[in-house]
Every structure is written in structure tokens, then in C-alpha cells.
């Protein structure tokens, strides 16, 4: 048996062989990008990384080793992706626009009294010239025909969690999120003139208004049934004049549709807010924007989020969110929705960005821009 002296002076001799041929490796890491930089080519290709693992680990003679030599390769490749990801050009990674403020005609859904014009009259100003959707898509397609210069959405609820629906069309349509505006929501029963709470036996809102108020038809044993939206729910029991019919919506709605609250503030959580999202088609930032909206998919492997993960940490950022949603075309494969504090005009954010592409089979920036 070898003394423990002797062992850790052969581990130390072959140490100094590794960091040397990982110096060398490196190099030619390095050689590598610039020459897929200067020929146009793809930077980081799974199918390479595939061929890599399989033929370095069929060299290995103890079958018990191999599994750690498939850990120690997987780590050699990220931490060269990572290296090779400092010698990306910046200027060609980042390109965007000041936000527009006048001229402009913003697309919502709904007809008025609906928590989406809230929001658009918060964000913006009353006076916005907008135009009104049936459906989330509608607003979607608006803008992609440049019939709207921006449209808004809601993206997550406080009590319910994320419409996911409008997360997929951010990706789908190839859109840029360029502001945020989160409103307290409120939900009240709304019924026909003189109608009493044991009058309602169903009610219409949108699928969002009937989640946030469960509790309270539940107790009460009040059918739902959803509807477009909140507001388009309570014009239609307006026109029914049915005092067993009642809509979940906002006291604007009230309003303008003539109806009486008959019972206020029954949702679920009090603290009720949602997240709404202004977009466009271009990436525009301001220097009050402080969060960064990514989606990527990444690698069938074993720790593929894992790296991302350790990016994001190795780089001092403070992840708000993540989120993710299934790939239709690819089982058991996701996109992955992701919030990052930071500015795109930060240098140190776009190399943490560069990195995360690294280690990424897609990645694409969805927006730049300031919580409110």
C-alpha cells in the first residue's frame, strides 16, 4: 500500500498536468468561437457536445469511472462555454429603442370598465387613444397588422398565477414586453336593479374573475360560467334583465352597465392584484427599466437548468420569477420563463446573458423594462 505522502505527491504531479492541458484546451476553446464569429457559423452545438461525451467516455477503461468522467466532461464543456461566451460581441447582442409616449393608439380586451383599460388608463393616460378586442389573440394579431402601436394583457394574478395563454403569444408572435403595471383588483358581485344576493343562482365573468372568487360561490352555491371578460360579462346580464343572473366584475362596470353591487369585495384574497403587460415589436429600454424577461429551452441533459442557475448566481442577479410551460412539439420538454433584476445597458447583465445562452439550446430576450 502507498503512504499517504506518496499519493498526494503523484495527485499533485498530475494536477499540474491537468491545469496545463486545461490551459491548452481552453486556448483552443477560444480559437474555436473566433472562428465560428468570423465565418458566421453556430457557437454552441449539442450535436458536437453529444459526440464529445460519447467518444471521451468509451476511452475510459474502469467502467466505474465512467459516470464520473461524464460528470467531470460535462463540466469541462460548460465552464468553456462559458469562456467562449466573453468573446461575443456586445454590440451585436443588444439593440433597442427609446419607448414611444405620443402618438400612439394602445390595443386592449374587453369593452370599458374592464380591469385591462384600468390598467392601460393607470400605465398611460385617459386620454390614449386605444382600441378595444374581443379576444387576448385579437390584441396580438392587432398589433402584428399595425392596426396598434402597443397592446395590453394581463400576465399573472397574485391568488390564481399566471395566464399562460398570453405568456405563449409574447414568444409565439415574437413581441417585446416594454412595461409593466400591476393594479389591485377588487371582484363584485353585479346584478339587475333591486336583485338580492339569494337571488343569484349563476353568474358570468372571465375564467380569471370566477378562480379569484371560488370561495365565495362555492358558500354561496352559485353556478359559474365564464365569459370573455369581466366587463363584457357584465353588459351581458345588463341586456338579459334576469335577477337570478349575476356578473363578477368592477365597480366601473357597475357604472356603466347600470347594475348594483350587490355583494363588494368577494375575492378570494383581499390583497388581490394582477400584473399587466405592455408590449410592442420593438426591444425599447429606459433608464428606469430594472427587469429583464427571458425565455429559453434548454438541452435534454442531466443539470441543464442547474447551469443556468449557477449563471444567474455566479453574476450576483436576483431572479424575480420563474416560470415554466410544455414544449407541444417535444414531450417532456419545456420552455422556461424567467425574470432577472438588471439593465440591458449594464454591461456585466449582458455578459450574464451571453453566458445563460451558452448553456441554452434557444434563448431569447422578451423585454427590458420597469415594474410599477
Known amino acids: 500500500m502507498k503512504d499517504l505522502k506518496q499519493c498526494r505527491q503523484e495527485i499533485d504531479a498530475i494536477d499540474q498536468q491537468i491545469i496545463a492541458l486545461f490551459e491548452q484546451r481552453m486556448n483552443v476553446a477560444r480559437d474555436v468561437v473566433r472562428y465560428k464569429l468570423a465565418h458566421q457559423m453556430e457557437i454552441f452545438q449539442s450535436v458536437r457536445e453529444a459526440e464529445v461525451l460519447e467518444k471521451n467516455i468509451n476511452r475510459v ?29 456586445h454590440q451585436q ?31 398611460f393616460q385617459v386620454d390614449t387613444p386605444r382600441q378595444q378586442y374581443n379576444h387576448f389573440k385579437d390584441v396580438f394579431e392587432a398589433l402584428k397588422n399595425d392596426e396598434i402601436d402597443y397592446g395590453i394583457v394581463p400576465l ?45 343562482k349563476e353568474v358570468y365573468s372571465h375564467p380569471q374573475g370566477l378562480l379569484q372568487t371560488s370561495l365565495f360561490l362555492e358558500s354561496h352555491h352559485i353556478q359559474p360560467h365564464e365569459y370573455e371578460n369581466t366587463a363584457m360579462a357584465a353588459q351581458y346580464v345588463a341586456s ?42 420593438d426591444l425599447e429600454v429606459s433608464d428606469e ?31 424575480l420569477r420563474i416560470e415554466s410551460r410544455p414544449l407541444l412539439e417535444t414531450p417532456w420538454e419545456y420552455y422556461f420563463y424567467v425574470d432577472l433584476e438588471g439593465s440591458l445597458k449594464d454591461v456585466s447583465v449582458i455578459q450574464a446573458l451571453q453566458d445563460i445562452q ?8 422578451l423585454g427590458n423594462y420597469a415594474k410599477r
Not at 100 to 120: C, D, H, Y
Not at 160 to 171: E, H, K, L, P, V
Open 289 to 319: 427599466a430594472s427587469c429583464i424577461s427571458i425565455v429559453f429551452t434548454l438541452p435534454h441533459q442531466v443539470g441543464a437548468l442547474y447551469q443556468v442557475m449557477k449563471v444567474i448566481n455566479d453574476y450576483s442577479i436576483n431572479m
Open 156 to 200: 399573472e394574478n397574485s391568488s390564481t398565477g399566471a395566464i399562460n395563454d398570453n405568456y405563449d403569444a409574447i414568444r409565439d408572435y415574437g413581441f417585446y414586453i416594454v412595461g409593466e403595471q400591476s393594479i389591485s383588483i377588487s371582484q363584485h358581485l353585479l346584478g339587475i336593479k333591486g336583485a338580492k344576493l339569494e337571488d343569484i
Open 240 to 281: 338579459l334583465q334576469n335577477p337570478h343572473i349575476g356578473a363578477i366584475a368592477s365597480s366601473q362596470a357597475a357604472k356603466l352597465y347600470h347594475l348594483d353591487i350587490i355583494q363588494e369585495n368577494i375575492q378570494n384574497i383581499q390583497d388581490n392584484t394582477t400584473r399587466f403587460i405592455i408590449f410592442g415589436k
Open 61 to 89: 477503461q474502469q467502467e466505474e469511472l465512467k459516470d464520473y468522467a461524464k460528470l467531470m466532461l460535462t463540466s469541462l464543456m460548460n465552464i468553456s462555454k462559458s469562456y467562449q461566451s466573453t468573446f461575443l460581441p
Open 93 to 123: 447582442t443588444m439593440s433597442f429603442q427609446l419607448p414611444r409616449t405620443e402618438n400612439i393608439t394602445v390595443g386592449f380586451q374587453g369593452v370599458p370598465g374592464s380591469f385591462s383599460q384600468k390598467a392601460l388608463d393607470t400605465y
Open 358 to 365: 451558452a448553456h441554452t439550446k434557444t434563448m431569447r430576450i
